[in-house]
T-cell receptor, first 117, second 117 residues
Framework: GAVVSQHPSWVICKSGTSVKIECRSL??????MFWYRQFPKQSLMLMAT?????????EQGVEKDKFLINHASLTLSTLTVTSAHPEDSSFYIC?????????????FGPGTRLTVL | AQKITQTQPGMFVQEKEAVTLDCTYD???????LFWYKQPSSGEMIFLIY??????QNATEGRYSLNFQKARKSANLVISASQLGDSAMYFC??????????????FGKGTKLSVKP
């Protein structure tokens, strides 16, 4: 149980285009989903937290107009990187917390490797 | 001050031997959770084990056990009978119930474990 999928697993795009990444909880309802960014050989950096049906909460320094997050249902959250630039190239990984889980364990997706040319 | 400290950037262990990965944490929150995740080279973050601050016994999950020493604020991960597939980055993380992190996970910098045949 507690499987999270992420799509696509990797994407290459041209500078100036937008890229959408999907995060789905496959076998549980996710009250909260998280989006992280990870640079090579570093730990995860939280970008934003999203609750179903409400606006995302962004961490300090993360541009909300550049990284659009939508959490339309209890099983789906999307991250759209708008007008991507080479400095946005990174590994993006989502996680989800299950409804009713008192431990608040976050289950992670497999990640999306974004390369902006 | 760092909330989660992993002092071992890299560790080597012989196959079939046990290994301990260190993690110390800093919080004044009476209620918190401690997590260990494994990140192989593929990038996926795999949840391994959870320890709640009020749990009386050390958590165990198969070959993984958490050596929880509350007074010392340490939560070391013990992997018994190491396998080649255990080679990966290991992250310790904490979730505070009432602290400034707003219930989000705080990650350590990770320990890279290499299992030698």
């Amino acid at each position: 149980g507690a499987v999270v999928s992420q799509h696509p697993s990797w994407v290459i795009c041209k500078s100036g285009t937008s890229v959408k990444i999907e995060c789905r909880s496959l076998d549980f309802q996710a009250t909260t989903m998280f989006w992280y960014r990870q640079f090579p050989k570093q730990s995860l950096m939280l970008m934003a937290t999203s609750n179903e049906g409400s606006k995302a909460t962004y961490e300090q320094g993360v541009e909300k107009d550049k990284f659009l997050i939508n959490h339309a249902s209890l099983t789906l959250s999307t991250l759209t990187v708008t007008s991507a630039h080479p400095e946005d190239s990174s590994f993006y990984i989502c996680s989800a917390k299950a409804r009713g889980d008192s431990t608040d364990t976050q289950y992670f997706g497999p990640g999306t490797r974004l390369t902006v040319l | 001050a760092q909330k989660i400290t992993q002092t071992q950037p890299g560790m080597f262990v012989q196959e079939k031997e046990a290994v301990t990965l260190d993690c110390t944490y800093d919080t004044s929150d009476p209620s918190y959770g401690l997590f260990w995740y494994k990140q192989p080279s593929s990038g996926e973050m795999i949840f391994l084990i959870y320890q709640g601050s009020y749990d009386q016994q050390n958590a165990t999950e198969g070959r993984y056990s958490l050596n929880f020493q509350k007074a010392r604020k340490s939560a070391n991960l013990v992997i018994s009978a190491s396998q080649l597939g255990d080679s990966a980055m290991y992250f310790c993380a904490m979730r505070e119930r009432y602290g400034g992190s707003q219930g989000n996970l705080i990650f350590g910098k990770g320990t890279k474990l290499s299992v030698k045949p």
